[in-house]
């Protein structure tokens, strides 16, 4: 094959990456486990000059939860899919927050995206279609984004499957 007919020169005709919306950064973060932290330890001072002293350990672990969980979420935020259309190709590229890697390849001549929609929510579910397998994708997109995505991700399968203009006369 010559240069010029090679598969990696071909253009890309999409391409996303797709990553969990978190709302609140570092900082928001740090002021946020600040002010739990600030009225556990005032109502726990609270009960403590009241005689309840026990109360004030179950104040701590409250605040110990709440750090926890946005630990947790945060994690959870490194998770993120590419997916990218080119003439002859449709990749799918999962990576969750551990780590894992699945990859998944389609003919964008044979695959349609089914979008499940609701009247009252939206955009729902987004599918990749091919043989009768389904993969989901976007699930952590909004209503919003997803009918977004689903409209370029369109788009660029027709445009894989009207195929290119190899023509070289401008």
Request: glycine share 8%.
């Amino acid at each position: 094959m010559s240069a010029g007919n090679s598969f990696d020169d071909e253009p890309t005709l999409f391409s996303a990456l797709l990553t969990p919306h978190r709302s609140l950064n570092r900082t928001g973060f740090l002021l946020l486990m600040g002010f739990v932290c600030v009225v556990s330890f005032i109502a726990g001072f609270v009960f403590l000059s009241m005689g309840a002293w026990p109360v004030l350990g179950f104040f701590g672990l409250d605040a110990l939860a709440i750090y926890w969980a946005f630990k947790v979420n945060f994690h959870r935020a490194a998770a993120y899919e590419e997916i990218s259309v080119t003439p002859s190709a449709l990749h799918v590229r999962r990576v969750s927050h551990l780590g894992a890697v699945s990859e998944w390849t389609f003919n964008p001549l044979w695959v349609r995206l089914d979008v499940e929609a609701d009247e009252e929510f939206g955009v729902e579910r987004l599918a990749l279609v091919s043989r009768g397998r389904s993969l989901s994708i976007a699930s952590f997109l909004g209503p919003e984004e997803k009918d977004s995505f689903a409209k370029a991700l369109t788009a660029a399968l027709g445009a894989a499957k009207r195929g290119i203009d190899h023509n070289p006369v401008n």
